[in-house]
């Protein structure tokens, strides 16, 4: 055997090791936490508010529905400035200290540890801004995730723009076609998988913080409720439910059981940390099969 091969053959020894560490890893992880998870672990904690338990703990469904909106909410309200600053950006814009501010400015935000931001969240959305924001509420940290989330889904939303062919966008402009219909009627129609794919990533992104939701919405034990109430602390004088109210999320619920043991039992953590890896799981396995179907139809 000559010294290439050799070579070779430790080299794929070596990239199978550190798959199989990284897989060995990620079962360890999975499983204690399934494990772990068992003893709390069923459809009746799920589907129950921890305001229909006896106790504390016992139910996360508050938590989900709190996770649900947070998400949702922080997404729908930065899906559209990431598109707008992407199409900007990428069609618009030409080379110069502006464009190279405007992404070093980007790579800036999405480089930002979510603690310094859950800080920003904490002393300007939940103080400063409490006669608008409700204080600790799902509005406050709906804003905050929103600077979480920006930066992972205008990213994706330029690399979808870029995966456009220049050839398509060029045989448009020559069949005189302007820029905004070249952009409405070519380029976003043919990059909309991979702009759904950033979508679906800064979801993923909202769903997984924990410090900039610990700092900005508070906890409750009771489900989001959709209501307007009078209230003189709050700018018109009323509160928006659930917008302007508390809101509990699963990062919250994990931290509360671990850093109350002796008020809830350490396997509701470890579910309520399962419901949440489970969420990650189907979000992922969302983003491969449109990544499939992107490449079938393509």
């Known amino acids: 055997m000559n010294y290439r091969k050799l070579e070779e053959r430790i080299c794929i020894m070596m990239t199978w090791a550190a798959a199989a560490v990284a897989l060995l890893a990620l079962t360890i992880i999975l499983g204690t936490i399934t494990w772990e998870a068992l003893p709390s672990l069923s459809i009746y904690f799920m589907v129950t508010p921890e305001s229909d338990v006896p106790g504390l703990g016992g139910g996360v469904a508050n938590a989900i529905a709190g996770t649900f909106l947070l998400a949702v909410l922080s997404t729908a309200i930065a899906a559209p400035l990431a598109l707008g600053t992407a199409i900007y950006l990428k069609r618009y814009a030409k080379s110069g200290a502006f464009v190279n501010a405007m992404n070093f400015l980007l790579d800036v935000l999405a480089g930002t540890p979510s603690i310094v931001l859950g800080v920003f969240g904490l002393f300007f959305l939940v103080f400063y801004m409490k006669h608008i924001t409700g204080g600790f509420s799902l509005f406050a940290a709906t804003l905050a995730l929103v600077l979480v989330v920006l930066p992972v889904i205008e990213?994706?939303?330029?690399?979808?723009?870029?995966?456009?062919?220049?050839?398509?966008?060029?045989?448009?402009?020559?069949?005189?076609?302007?820029?905004?219909?070249?952009?409405?009627?070519?380029?976003?129609p043919y990059a909309s998988v991979g702009m759904l794919t950033g979508i679906i990533l800064g979801i993923?992104?909202?769903?997984?913080?924990?410090?900039?939701?610990l700092l900005t919405a508070g906890y409750t034990q009771f489900l989001p409720e959709f209501r307007i109430l009078p209230s003189e602390e709050l700018i018109f004088g009323i509160e928006i439910r659930p917008l302007q109210d508390l809101v509990a999320a699963l990062p919250i619920t994990v931290f509360r059981s671990f850093s109350q043991p002796h008020l809830t039992p350490a396997s509701d953590g470890f579910?309520?940390?399962?419901?949440?890896?489970?969420?990650?799981?189907?979000?992922?396995?969302?983003?491969?099969?449109?990544?499939r179907w992107r490449g079938q139809v393509g």
Do not use: C
């Open 155 to 188: 990213r994706a939303m330029e690399t979808a723009i870029d995966s456009v062919p220049a050839e398509i966008e060029e045989g448009s402009y020559a069949l005189g076609a302007t820029k905004w219909d070249t952009l409405r009627h070519i380029t976003i």
């Open 204 to 213: 993923g992104s909202a769903v997984e913080q924990s410090a900039v939701v």
């Open 271 to 291: 579910g309520a940390a399962f419901v949440l890896v489970l969420i990650i799981i189907l979000l992922n396995a969302t983003i491969r099969i449109l990544i």
